[in-house]
């Protein structure tokens, strides 16, 4: 699998699982889950290392981490925080530009 296709399809998942958390239809341990399903099945992309960053992969990496650092409370409560990964989710399924000052990098 490209690592393109990869970020494709877990990054629809992770803007749906964001949106549901928002909506009060995930928990918080569940995202969890899932991000470090995400983090065990990249441990299987070969030759990451020689394909190409795309911004949507950059942003994709960055709301991953950044869901870990900050936590449910403030990404739940905090509106700076919220707001920001927000509109990362809305880039991620092609509704906003691409917000250019995102530095993502791969696990």
Known sequence: MLVSEF?????EQLAFYLESYW????????MDNFI???LEEWSTINN?????????ERVFWHIIYQIQ????????HDACIRDEIQLYTLYLKG?????LDVIGMRP
């Not at 909506?23 to 569940?30: C, H, I, L, S």
Request: glycine share 10%.
């Open 95 to 99: 509704g906003k530009p691409c917000p």
């Open 69 to 76: 650092f900050v936590g449910g409370h403030s990404l739940r």
């Open 48 to 56: 990451s290392h020689k394909q190409m960053y795309t911004h949507k």
């Open 36 to 38: 470090w399903d995400i």
């Open 7 to 11: 970020v494709d399809k877990k990054a």
């Open 23 to 30: 909506e009060d239809g995930v928990a918080f341990k569940e």
